[in-house]
């Protein structure tokens, strides 16, 4: 099942595609597409629903992020050898943790905001991983089965705020739009192995990254392993795990973001999502 909500920020309704990839409206059957209603095993009780006979939703709407209220978004720095080899830093024996809060997710296509005295915002096309039942010392085994669905994200970053002020990559995360989420929740059945996704980021239609996710560093079964080793991860809550190699930082010389470019974020069978960027006011 792809799980999205539609409408205007703040007034999204839920929904889900067809077999002809048209949004149905939810909203009848599920109030919203929340952490408790993940966490009530809300995905399962949708497999039986006949989607065809659903409400239409015709016309052009804007997607909103496919998850309300994201509590926590747990992201993994230097998750691809290749990503560490462009930075010019050394390839983790550990997962890096840092966090964006819940403030930074949106839409898939809503405009980004370059934040004020910003010289270095710069994109990363990642895979992310919905939690959908609580998990805390989760063994490898049995950490796919916390798992609720996968969507895509675009972990963008401000290269000076994250790098070059006295530490803390949180600094150059959690500015305001810099987590896009979706266009949709794709249920983990859809996904048989999240390692065996292709991933692409174009800027202006230029293509910078183009990955899989089979060259992951440490996969998503061990991410979900390891973090509950750390704290609890909850339903709604959000890893999103690593980018591959061709972000600005990495270009020679480096490329940044500036106001009017446009970028096109896509994971095999997960979606796209496209944003303009503007400057912050």
Same mark, same amino acid.
């Given at each position: ?29 599920? #109030?919203?597409? /929340? ?66 809060? #819940? ?62 002020? *006295? ?11 810099? *987590? ?6 794709? /249920? ?54 690593? /980018? ?38």
């Amino acid at each position: 099942m792809k799980i999205l909500r539609v409408g205007t920020r703040g007034a999204e309704r839920p929904a889900i595609l067809d077999s002809a990839s048209r949004p149905r409206d939810l909203s009848r059957i599920v #109030g919203d597409i /929340t952490p408790e209603w993940l966490g009530s095993a809300g995905v399962e009780a949708l497999a039986g629903v006949d989607v065809e006979s659903l409400p239409l939703i015709s016309g052009k709407v804007r997607i909103g992020a496919p998850i309300a209220r994201v509590g926590k978004v747990v992201c993994v720095g230097l998750n691809y050898s290749d990503h560490a080899a462009e930075s010019g830093m050394d390839v983790p024996k550990e997962p890096i943790l840092f966090m964006k809060g #819940g403030h930074t997710v949106q839409g898939p296509d809503d405009d980004i905001k370059i934040p004020r005295n910003s010289i270095k915002t710069d994109w990363e096309v990642e895979l992310g991983v919905v939690i959908g039942r609580r998990a805390l010392y989760v063994e490898p085994a049995a950490a796919l089965d916390h798992v609720a669905g996968y969507c895509v994200c675009n972990d963008v970053s401000e290269r000076a705020f994250q790098l070059e002020h *006295g530490g803390q990559w949180d600094k150059g995360k959690n500015c305001e739009t810099f *987590g896009p989420l979706g266009p949709w929740l794709v /249920t983990r059945d859809e996904v048989p192995d999240p390692q065996q996704l292709d991933m692409w980021l174009d800027v202006n239609g230029r293509r910078f990254q183009k990955g899989s996710t089979r060259t992951m560093v440490f996969g998503v079964a061990h991410l979900v392993h390891y973090i509950s080793r750390f704290m609890p991860l909850d339903p709604g809550d959000v890893i999103s795990t690593g /980018t591959p190699p061709g972000v600005g930082l990495g270009q020679k010389p480096p490329v940044y973001l500036k106001a009017g470019d446009e970028m096109r974020v896509g994971i095999q069978g997960l979606g796209e999502q496209t944003q303009r960027v503007i400057p912050a006011q």
